[in-house]
């Protein structure tokens, strides 16, 4: 016994010397700036990870390179992450890893580098690049977009074209001495996988390792979503302004402890954790990366103490070969407008408001022999007040058309029918005129890894990176998990919302929408598949849903994924709708009913929702 005990101390021990603490910093472009700060006051940490990139992202970023070629990636990264902290991370000897790069990385670096020099530091920067394949725009005219199968844009509306670049060539940059590495797009998980194969010398085939290293990113990429930003369970969070952001602490054999700084607020969870795993994934068997194949399928998340949580299990395959490549191209422009209206029937005179500059807009276009608006959105927000026995709606209108004009036309108009519309109308006045913004659209395809010409550089020097050949496989995911079966028979039946049975969160891949969902206890799971039918989700949101509905089991977690199909109006910032990424979804979808056997609501079991 005493022998086993002893093995165990120390392997301990190893783990903990050669353990990789790694902390993410953000998780959108616009995150809170004092990320950096706190994340830096956490003993041992050997990484920060900056995510900036999402596809709404890239084409802000792509417009603003148009305008600006000095432009073109988050200036925030340099100006407010890494200026005030550059002496603190070089006096720790803490490396930087970040995408915030964008469609123009060297400038990222170049910019960051003055201020390094400034400050007086010896900091070395690389740049990995060859995502950026814009100057091949003409190789692609063949190919499809890979969900609707609509054709290549054409080249003069194009305006970015980027691949998803993999961990490897940034854990190349570290391994010849980077201290601050900047990529364009590359797999949002890539940053604090690339620390891993650096740290651990995980290979190209090491694929379990590589799979659980792609989730402690994934857990990390969206700044506090893992530590109780966006939780179901909002209410147990703490103070918001304090929450702590998310530190992976990553063992050799791929095991991971997820955590945040003490004296921070927020929760860290299986259910704070879990939701963040499902967040803005397909199938969980195959979460299909750069470097690997992720199946999270039987993952496990359990509490290690009050504020860290030890996850385990996940499963890894092949790379397909294949790079997913989103190419950002113009295509007309939209406006909307916000207008409110209370009294009776507050619904009613805002839906005869909107038809009346609907039609006057139409009119006109008409007249002119100009074609109709490509997309028209109306959408409706509120109802009855806490303690007013009246009515008070937002009511949102906005279109979408080839022609700025067009839009244009609808906003005067729409605003020229305020005197002629039913009581009620008001609306804040203080932000200015609405006026007609370029809709950029979203195309995705695959290409050949080998393709894509990756480099890496060193405070401007090519390193020579020459990576290894990839080849294209086709991927053959293991059988489904076996759902156990809701018995109704000889059962009595309760009624309970889903929200006090699960937790949930929902996200975007383009124009398709996920829900994750993990019950609160493992035995409503059955009873929530049953309940969360595909008719039953397709009706919760009509009418915009209008593709198919995929279901996925996760018993790791006592989970289930939704992927809902072409629901988001096209997504991004081509979507007319209010919520066009599908973060309220979860909220729409937990106030679902659900039928279960009241043996499973009795008083032992209460705790649990």
């Not at 179901?232 to 990553?250: C, F, Q, R, S």
């Not at 092949?318 to 989103?326: A, C, D, E, I, Q």
Request: hydrophobic fraction near 45%.
């Amino acid at each position: 016994m005493f022998g086993l005990l002893f093995t165990v101390l120390v392997r301990e021990k190893i783990l903990a010397q050669d353990r990789l603490i790694i902390g993410g910093a953000s998780g959108f472009w616009g995150e809170a700036p004092h990320a950096t700060g706190q994340l830096l006051t956490f003993e041992g940490l050997d990484f920060l990870v900056y995510d900036y990139l999402a596809e709404i992202t890239m084409s802000i970023m792509a417009r603003a390179r148009m305008k600006d070629p000095s432009l073109g990636y988050a200036v925030d990264f340099v100006t407010d992450a890494m200026a005030g902290n550059l002496a603190a991370i070089a006096a720790k000897g803490v490396r930087v890893l970040s995408n915030a790069g964008g469609v123009n990385p060297g400038a990222c670096a170049d910019a960051l580098c003055k201020v390094i020099e400034k400050a007086g530091l010896d900091l070395k920067v690389a740049v990995v690049t060859g995502d950026d394949l814009i100057d091949q725009a003409a190789d692609f005219a063949h190919c499809k977009e890979m969900f609707d199968g609509s054709p290549f844009p054409q080249p003069n509306m194009i305006a970015s074209i980027n691949a998803y670049l993999g961990a490897f060539p940034i854990a190349a940059a570290l391994d010849v001495g980077a201290d601050i590495v900047i990529t364009g797009r590359c797999a949002d998980s890539a940053l604090a996988l690339a620390a891993a194969i650096h740290h651990f010398g995980w290979t190209h085939r090491d694929f379990g390792l590589l799979a659980a290293g792609s989730l402690a990113g994934h857990l990390l990429e969206c700044g506090p979503q893992s530590t109780g930003g966006n939780f179901t369970d909002w209410e147990k969070v703490g103070n918001l302004a304090e929450i702590g952001y998310p530190v992976a602490m990553v063992d050799p054999d791929g095991s991971i402890i997820i955590t945040k700084p003490p004296g921070t607020s927020g929760i860290v969870s299986p259910a704070s954790v879990g939701e963040q795993m499902l967040y803005e994934i397909g199938d969980p068997q195959s979460y299909h990366l750069p470097d690997v194949i992720a199946d999270f399928s039987h993952t496990s998340v359990s509490q290690l103490t009050e504020s860290s949580v030890q996850i385990s299990g996940t499963r890894g395959r092949p790379p397909s070969g294949r790079l997913k490549v989103s190419v950002t191209f113009m295509d007309g422009f939209r406006a909307g407008l916000v207008f409110q209206f209370n009294g009776r029937d507050a619904r009613g005179k805002a839906q005869a408001f909107a038809d009346a500059g609907l039609e006057r807009s139409r009119r006109m276009l008409a007249a002119t022999g100009a074609a109709d608006f490509d997309d028209v959105c109306i959408e409706f927000f509120g109802g009855i007040s806490a303690g007013a026995r009246h009515e008070e709606i937002s009511m949102k209108a906005a279109v979408r058309h080839r022609d700025a004009r067009a839009v244009g036309l609808f906003l005067k108009e729409l605003v020229g029918t305020a005197l002629a519309t039913p009581p009620g109308l008001h609306f804040f006045t203080g932000g200015g005129r609405a006026r007609p913004s370029p809709v950029v659209r979203l195309f995705s395809m695959l290409i050949d890894a080998n393709d894509v010409p990756v480099a890496v550089s060193l405070n401007g020097m090519d390193i020579g990176y020459d990576a290894a050949p990839t080849a294209l496989v086709e991927d053959h995911a293991a059988e489904p998990p076996f759902l156990p079966e809701a018995i109704v028979a000889g059962q009595s039946l309760a009624i309970r919302d889903l929200e006090d049975l699960a937790w949930a969160r929902s996200g975007d891949k383009g124009n398709d929408a996920n829900i994750g969902v993990i019950a609160r206890d493992p035995a409503y799971l059955p009873w929530i598949w049953r309940s969360l039918g595909v008719e039953a989700i397709a009706l919760a949101f009509a009418p915009n849903f209008k593709g198919p509905i995929d279901r996925f089991y996760l018993p790791g977690i006592h989970g289930m994924n939704i992927v809902l199909h072409a629901v988001l109006g096209g997504g991004g910032v081509m979507s007319l709708l209010n919520d066009a990424q599908g973060k309220a979804f979860a909220q729409t979808l937990l106030s679902l009913p659900v039928e279960l056997p009241e043996t499973l609501l009795s008083n032992d079991r209460k705790g649990n929702c």
